[in-house]
């Protein structure tokens, strides 16, 4: 009784412990311990009294008041609370003293006797009438970790069997699970009884029969949904419905159990709709056939006679598809519409990809169709080449070589049209930006452009004018222009690319045409500087330049 008092005085869950003191003092005093009386000539513990040391002396004070009043009336009243609240204070501290020097020895003296007797031995230790007596210490640590493993193994076993219960086990696994809550019971029942340890034996065999059950679900599982899809393909929507739900039971996120639970429900209504369309089928109404199925495929993707079916009839349009394109690309090719031939086998290749009609109808109209685009791309450069247009002659014979580069007229008129196309350009080049001619290096170039346009063949009116208009930018780039200079007879003047010219009123000068920079300087006035563009064929101009601005 004393071992079973202590083990709920240290209990986890604060519940289960003693209320109050008052509780656990009737409880100790329902106990019956055997008397035991100290040996003779042994007296029992004495308690010495010893009065309390004398106090030091209070520590003189050192100081004196400068005032020779004496105290108010409040400051005596604080005096008085103060010493009264020694006086009490003094007055419990020797309260205190007389009951742990008096009353405390006898209460110990009367429970040491009880706490020294040996406990009987449980039950449990009595094997084949040999009696033991046992450790009280070590029997109470057994206790301990028994009832600790207990309360550790008990919320676990009892979470699984609830949720095991929640799986239906009672249809498919009831011996297990009645073994496994009888086993719980009698847990609780030892427990109650401070059996920890037989307790503890009871949810061990308890979860293994969890253990058991736990592999026979997945068991079941398997058979569940095994028999639902058979029924589902004998068309027994009832059967198939409730091995699903029984799957369902036992895994609720079994997603192939919703799909069959699904698919039993729509059962009878895609199989009414396979039987139409199966009708269908055979008096040649292919296309309301193949709707039938579809709609079945809607209901219940998965079912085979309607897939099949309407593959079946996909198939069949298909090949009928496939040989109307190939003979409209046939047709298109015998009347030499090479376009509408490569729009038909290309039809023909979607329907069936990589079928040999479609790859050689394709081959057969990329012939045609690139003999037709040779002839286009020769007509039009032909007809660019006699008009000068030697840049787009040019281009057009470049396609048609990238048909066929063997094609000899493309490749002749491509070493014709390339030379005459660079010099067009070449010309045109110097007569869009005619002041590049005012350097010399470019007029240079531009004469040697020149001399060839005048040898080449044939000479056309396009060439003629590019010639004629070239000539007389050159002459007329080479022709000076008039140009006069005022200044105030002071300022320093030099013509970039002329000289100085030195000091002066007026000077006037004939130069080349072009961009020349005038740069007038004198002592103690800031520089000047003029730019000047002179054209050909432009009027005399006065140019002033006077150093004015004093530093």
Not at 3 to 21: H, Q, S, T
Not at 325 to 343: F, H, P, T
Not at 430 to 446: D, Q, T, W
Request: aromatic residues 4%; proline residues 6%; contains cysteine.
């Amino acid at each position: 009784g004393l071992a079973r008092l202590v083990m709920g005085c240290l209990e986890k869950d604060p519940a289960r412990r003693p209320r109050d003191f008052s509780i656990l003092s009737r409880e100790l005093a329902a106990l019956e311990f055997p008397a035991q009386q100290p040996a003779e000539g042994s007296p029992g513990p004495r308690v010495e009294l010893r009065p309390p040391q004398e106090p030091a002396p209070a520590i003189e004070p050192q100081w004196r008041r400068r005032d020779l009043q004496g105290p108010s009336p409040d400051d005596l009243r604080r005096q008085g609370f103060r010493r009264g609240l020694v006086a009490a204070v003094f007055a419990f501290l020797l309260v205190a003293a007389g009951f742990v020097f008096l009353a405390l020895p006898r209460w110990v003296e009367r429970q040491v006797p009880v706490a020294a007797t040996a406990a009987e031995p449980p039950a449990a230790a009595v094997e084949a009438g040999t009696e033991q007596q046992a450790d009280p210490q070590r029997d109470l640590q057994a206790l301990a970790a028994a009832k600790t493993r207990y309360e550790e193994l008990w919320p676990a076993v009892g979470e699984r069997l609830a949720a095991i219960g929640e799986r239906g086990a009672s249809r498919w696994g009831s011996e297990l699970l009645a073994g496994a809550d009888e086993q719980l019971a009698r847990a609780e029942a030892d427990a109650g009884e401070l059996r920890y340890d037989i307790a503890v034996a009871a949810l061990e065999r308890a979860d293994a029969n969890l253990d058991q059950l736990e592999q026979l679900a997945g068991i079941r599982l398997r058979e569940a949904l095994a028999a639902g899809a058979a029924a589902l393909d004998a068309g027994d929507a009832g059967e198939a419905k409730a091995q699903f739900e029984l799957a369902l039971l036992i895994e609720p996120a079994s997603s192939a159990g919703r799909r069959g639970l699904e698919r039993a429900g729509s059962l009878d209504e895609v199989r009414g709709l396979v039987a139409e369309a199966r009708a269908l089928e055979r008096d040649g109404r292919g296309d309301e056939a193949a709707e039938r199925y579809r709609q079945a495929l809607r209901l219940d993707a998965d079912t085979p006679d309607a897939r099949e079916g309407l593959a079946r009839l996909e198939a069949a349009a298909s090949a009928e598809a496939f040989s109307r394109a190939v003979a409209e690309g046939l047709d298109a090719l015998q009347r030499g519409n090479a376009a509408a031939a490569r729009s038909a086998f290309e039809r023909a290749g979607r329907i069936r990809p990589g079928a040999p009609e479609a790859r050689e109808g394709l081959a057969a109209a990329d012939r045609a169709q690139g003999q037709s685009a040779i002839e286009a791309h020769l007509a039009a450069a032909r007809q660019s080449e006699s008009a000068e247009r030697w840049q787009e002659a040019l281009s057009e014979y470049r396609k048609a070589l990238a048909i066929d580069p063997r094609l000899l007229p493309a490749q002749q008129g491509l070493e014709r049209t390339e030379p005459r196309a660079q010099l067009a350009a070449e010309l045109e080049a110097y007569l869009s930006r005619p002041e590049r001619l005012f350097s010399n290096e470019v007029r240079n170039a531009a004469r040697h452009a020149l001399r060839q346009a005048r040898s080449a063949t044939p000479q056309g009116p396009v060439l003629a004018r590019q010639v004629a208009e070239l000539d007389a930018l050159i002459s007329a780039a080479e022709t000076p222009v008039k140009i006069a200079l005022s200044s105030d007879n002071a300022t320093e003047v030099t013509v970039y690319r002329v000289g100085s010219l030195g000091v002066f009123e007026r000077k006037d000068l004939e130069l080349l045409p072009g961009r020349y920079t005038v740069v007038g300087s004198r002592a103690g006035f800031r520089d000047v500087r003029r730019e000047i563009t002179l054209l050909p064929g432009s009027p005399p101009a006065t140019v002033v330049i006077r150093c004015e601005e004093p530093i």
